[in-house]
């Protein structure tokens, strides 16, 4: 086979010219060859070229100086050895999306950035990307999204002690705490003043009290009578975490709701009325929304691919609506090894414990009816819940949030060991 010199800066010109100059008639000459063996696959030229363009009209775009030559073609190619790695062990477990789900996607995706899907496919065409391609690479980040978050959840798990080491430490206190839009009135005293000075002080700060009250402007009286630091911008403190904030200020603004003022607050500094504009983040107390609920999973195998799957997902459920038990349902088919004994009891839920298509569907269904089935990155569910209840689970919240916020990061750690152990196990060999 005729070995090329591969040129990264020729065949940018080579590309970019063929895409201007489309009044000049030229015979093309395509030349490919195996750059890499893969398992049972291969990585041609063409695609390390395609990928290479791709990443120097990016640095181009971007203003960024390219690394050299050598090192832009060693990183495309390893990326499109490990890419198609993760394919390959896709393809083995019978993972597979169709064009209904990959155009969903696409739809998400677009209604993230504000656009419709054809716009999102129409820019992606600009930019030399037809829309077939485009369709195949959202499929294959499906794909790999999926096999990535089947052999890793497994991998990750998150202890009660490592919640609690968390929660204990700086970081851990203040994400669990909201964030607090104040203003602040202050009128100063010094606790070593005379009683009387004290006393004539609090009649004050009552005074300014009962005129807010009876609505007088709060930013108006800040800036007229408050010796505090903010008095100038009518006492605006603006966003703190309220672990930033004096233990007596956190207690009397757990009293209130934003809009509202905290009645006056005696310290070492003098007296203080704070007013809550707003509330944001961390785990408030109030009453949640608790599901009684029961699931039956089948995931895709090297024997039922995905749409297999679904088909024998939507059997089961017109079995249950014939007036088949569902526990009994669970127990004869469930692939949750956890749960099919008990009939696929998940017991009752808290906000935060599923994931958030399992928990959508759990909060649409009504009580006594049967899903209609849907998938996570675990397989095609259906569920039923039996009852629901609202309860103050504050601790139960913030724990569970703590946990998704750790396997978060543990993910993106045991993810960087994953790959590079697949990529040890393939037979890879090289050609360049």
């Known amino acids: 086979m005729t070995k ?6 020729n065949i940018f010109l080579m590309f970019f010219f063929v895409l201007v100059s489309s009044s000049v008639a ?16 291969v990585v041609m030229r063409s695609e390390l070229e395609e990928r290479a363009l791709e990443v120097i009209a990016r640095l181009q775009a971007s203003n960024t100086k390219a690394p050299p030559e050598s090192e832009i073609l060693s990183q495309v190619l390893d990326r499109l050895i490990i890419e198609r790695i993760q394919l390959l062990k896709a393809k083995k477990a019978g993972i597979r999306y169709s064009d209904e789900e990959v155009n969903n996607a696409i739809s998400a995706t677009a209604m993230r950035q504000g656009k419709t899907m ?5 820019d992606g065409e600009k930019g030399g990307i037809s829309p077939s391609v485009f369709r195949q690479k959202v499929r294959e980040q499906l794909l790999i999204g999926r096999v990535q978050e089947g052999n890793l959840n497994k991998r990750v798990t998150i202890s009660e ?26 009128l100063a005293v010094s606790a070593n003043s005379s009683k009387e000075k004290i006393a004539k002080v609090q ?7 009962f005129q807010i009250k009876n609505n007088q402007d709060f930013k108006a009286l800040a800036i007229a009578k408050s010796n505090g630091r903010e008095a100038k911008k009518g006492g605006d403190m603006g966003w703190k975490k309220t672990t930033q904030l004096p233990k007596i200020f956190i207690n009397a603004l757990e009293e209130i709701s934003p809009g509202q003022i905290t009645e006056p607050i005696k310290s070492d500094a003098g007296f203080h009325i704070l007013k809550l504009y707003e509330r944001r983040g961390g785990i408030s107390e109030n009453l949640v929304e608790q599901h009684n609920v029961q699931h039956i999973l089948l995931t895709p195998n090297e024997v039922r691919d995905n749409q297999e799957t679904q088909k024998a997902i939507e059997a089961i459920r017109t079995e249950i609506l014939g007036g088949k038990k569902f526990s009994e349902s669970a127990k004869l088919y469930s692939d949750d090894i956890g749960t ?6 998940l017991g009752w839920s808290v906000p935060g414990q599923f994931q958030p298509k399992f928990e959508e569907m759990m909060s649409a269904v009504s009580i006594g009816d049967v899903s209609e089935p849907f998938e996570t990155t675990y397989g095609w569910h259906i569920l039923q819940v039996s009852e629901r209840r609202k309860q103050d689970f504050s601790n139960e919240v913030m724990r569970s949030q703590a946990r998704n916020t750790l396997k978060q990061k543990r993910f993106k750690e045991e993810l960087e060991i994953w790959l590079k152990e697949i990529r040890d196990e393939a037979y890879i060999d090289i050609k360049l």
């Open 161 to 186: 002690q490592a919640i609690d080491n968390f929660l204990n430490t700086e970081a851990g206190r203040s994400w669990a705490t909201p964030d607090v839009n104040l203003g602040h009135i202050m």
């Open 118 to 122: 054809q716009e999102l496919l129409d």
């Open 340 to 345: 099919s004994l008990s009939g696929g009891s």
């Open 4 to 9: 090329v010199t591969f040129d990264l800066k």
């Open 203 to 209: 009649e004050l700060i009552l005074d300014i009290y």
């Open 26 to 41: 030229a015979e093309e000459i395509l030349l490919d060859e195996v750059v890499a063996s893969v398992n049972d696959e």
